[in-house]
């Protein structure tokens, strides 16, 4: 997590230096669910993002060094600097790419489990019980994709994880103002499927639930729905003037920082001292 | 068709004002200077002043002010029943505009950028297209889809497409590229009042610049006719047909050239579908050569169409096979370096004039 805010920092001095173009998006506020998720991840299971994911890039095993590359669009970058920010892909690492258009992931993602149990079911290949999860947000729950791709999943019972980083905004629109019924979690039975919802500022909190979903994902049971609720520190993208968002609303969700309350924990819990995280700090 | 008798009106009207206090007239005032963004957001907002049955609908047109501050004030202005703020659903938000539309009222959506048209796709042609003509006239569709097309800087493969070709193929449609402020102003309200499906293709790079504008481009009644090209620049020995952003490319390559005693046409083609086949012919037939420019992939595009065009009806008068610049055959890269290798450059569209003169090109 402190890879992560350290690495999106790093991006936004970058960009207002000038030397990083185009769109974007950092993550600072939502390391929770990516670390949450993807740290519970084997290698060959995959991971299909949209373009706010520098940092599942990183938890999913991509060297920071590749990836900032490719921000910067250098040939060392991870696609060579063809892709750039939000167009991360990694085939060693099994990160099926990040898509630029929201709700475009899902079905890819849907697709992956499908082969999953493709292989084990059709081709009787052995070792092949992978996970696929998919990370999007709150304004793609209004997409069409995301519930032709609940129905799928559920029917097939295709091991998939449906990730939504609910971080209440989609740019400049509010969850509020543009879903009949914001609870997205409860979108989840209407498909046959567990709809779960989870403080996404708590690592631990969103790991047990991690635990759980893909743990049903693996045993052949379907897939899950997990609405992590969170928010995004920074605006939509590094041009976003961010005007629409209360300061209250900030201020609340700054207080609920997942490193500074994980880091609270392991000093309350004495399973790490000051010292051990200023270490990490300086890693 | 509105639109075209509208201008017939101005038109006339304008002759009625006698000369000498023309003359006087633009002594008086200098050329005024608008940002396309303006020129767009005054025209959305005098067409919706005219017509109640004009509203917008997209995606952050209204509190956001518009994601690139094209609809900004509107909002304000005409309040969240004229001013639709869309949850992220292009198929869905597309149709129901469609729908909208066959019952009479006039949409002009927004998509954030053309490549999330393709999301929406089979409304904009299924839906609205060929309606008109499925139903044998039955029902029209007076519905305008606007939006930055084309490449960016930096933006990646998906956010860089230019639609113009494929939109241009599909009978049904009005396709239309402004340039210049005054394209902006008056496409923009001769595509409103059009009671025919028009896609409007504006670029996210030309919305900051600006150009001159006349009284007459900043009335309220201004109105270009649809399917005209314009000379932006008249010359003799070669014609360089262009849209959108090119336009300004080929003028400068125009400049450059006539350093070297070439004398560019540039034409502004402003309308992909109808395109104006006998404006670009006229001028080959005086200049003989003929570049297209195009920031799109070359394959089946814009470039190749007029090329064809001009072999079906002016081959004879060729002097030199036409050239067609075009972006390159690849998916938009990002690295800054590569991109600026993918799209044309002032330079290519010299390096074509020439070729068409047979001059040397080192």
Not at chain 2, 74 to 100: N, S
Not at chain 2, 240 to 259: D, H, N, Q, R, W
Not at chain 2, 285 to 299: G, H, Y
Request: proline share 4%.
């Amino acid at each position: 997590m402190v890879l992560g805010r350290a690495f999106e920092d790093k991006c936004a001095k970058m960009y207002y230096d000038r030397k990083m173009l185009g769109f974007v998006h950092l993550y600072n506020g939502q390391e929770a669910v990516s670390t949450g998720f993807i740290r519970l991840l084997k290698q060959q299971d995959s991971i299909v993002c949209t373009y706010r994911d520098h940092v599942q890039a990183l938890s999913k095993g991509l060297s920071a060094r590749a990836v900032m590359s490719e921000l910067l669009g250098k040939a060392t970058g991870c696609c060579r600097g063809q892709g750039g920010s939000m167009h991360i892909f990694s085939r060693k690492h099994n990160m099926l790419g990040r898509f630029a258009f929201i709700g475009e992931g899902i079905p890819i993602a849907t697709g992956a489990a499908f082969t999953s149990k493709y292989k084990r079911e059709v081709l009787k290949e052995a070792d092949c019980g992978h996970v696929s999860l998919t990370f999007f947000g709150d304004g793609t729950c209004n997409n069409g994709q995301f519930y032709e791709c609940l129905n799928m999943a559920a029917l097939w019972k295709l091991p998939i994880v449906f990730v939504v980083e609910n971080n209440l905004w989609a740019i400049g629109m509010s969850h509020l103002r543009a879903t009949s019924v914001p609870q997205i979690y409860k979108k989840g039975p209407a498909f046959g499927m567990p709809g779960v919802h989870v403080d996404g500022m708590d690592v631990l909190k969103v790991r047990e639930v991690a635990k759980e979903a893909i743990g049903r994902a693996r045993r052949g049971e379907g897939p899950t729905l997990v609405e992590c609720e969170t928010y995004r520190f920074r605006g939509h993208s590094l041009a976003d003037p961010d005007k629409l968002r209360d300061p209250a609303e900030k201020a609340h969700y700054a207080a609920r920082d997942p490193i500074t309350a994980l880091k609270k924990y392991l000093i309350e819990n004495s399973l790490a001292n000051e010292a051990d995280l200023k270490a990490i700090d300086k890693r | 068709m509105l639109g075209i008798v509208r201008q017939k009106m101005l038109e006339q009207s304008l002759k009625k004002i006698p000369p000498a206090v023309s003359v006087l007239r633009s002594y008086s005032s200098a050329a005024k200077q608008m940002t396309i963004r303006d020129a767009l957001n005054s025209a959305l907002d005098e067409e919706m002043s005219a017509d109640s049955k004009v509203f917008l609908m997209g995606e952050e047109v209204g509190e956001y002010q518009g994601a690139y501050k094209i609809t900004k004030g509107l909002l304000d202005k005409y309040g969240p029943e004229r001013v639709l703020d869309t949850p992220i659903t292009e198929a869905g938000f597309t149709g129901v505009a469609v729908g909208a539309a066959y019952y009479g009222v006039k949409p002009v959506v927004e998509f954030m950028t053309f490549n999330f048209s393709m999301q929406a796709i089979d409304h904009i042609i299924n839906s609205a297209a060929k309606t008109n003509y499925m139903s044998s006239g039955q029902i029209s569709v007076p519905i305008v889809f606007r939006g930055p097309n084309g490449a960016a800087a930096g933006v990646g493969a998906q956010h860089s497409q230019c639609y113009a070709a494929w939109y241009a193929s599909c009978p049904g449609l009005k396709v239309l590229a402004p340039y210049s402020s005054e394209d902006a102003r008056g496409l923009l309200k001769a595509a409103i009042r059009d009671p025919d499906p028009v896609v409007f293709l504006e670029n996210e790079l030309l919305y900051g610049e600006s150009f001159p504008v006349s009284d007459e481009v900043l009335d309220s009644s201004f109105c270009l006719p649809i399917g005209k090209a314009k000379i932006e620049r008249k010359g003799k020995d070669v014609t360089i047909a262009a849209y959108s952003k090119m336009v300004g490319y080929a003028l400068k390559a125009a400049e450059t050239l006539e350093k070297d005693g070439i004398d560019a046409e540039v034409i502004n083609l402003r309308s992909m579908r109808p395109l104006d086949r006998s404006m670009i012919n006229a001028s080959v037939r005086k200049t003989s050569r003929l570049v297209t420019v195009e920031e799109a992939f070359p394959q089946h595009g814009v470039g190749a169409e007029i090329c064809a065009s001009i072999v079906e009806e002016s081959f004879a008068y060729l002097d030199a096979p036409v050239e067609r610049i075009a972006g390159a055959d690849v998916p938009m890269p990002y690295a800054a370096n590569l991109e600026r290798m993918a799209v044309p450059q002032v330079e290519d569209i010299v390096r074509a004039a020439k070729r068409t003169c047979y001059r040397s090109v080192s």
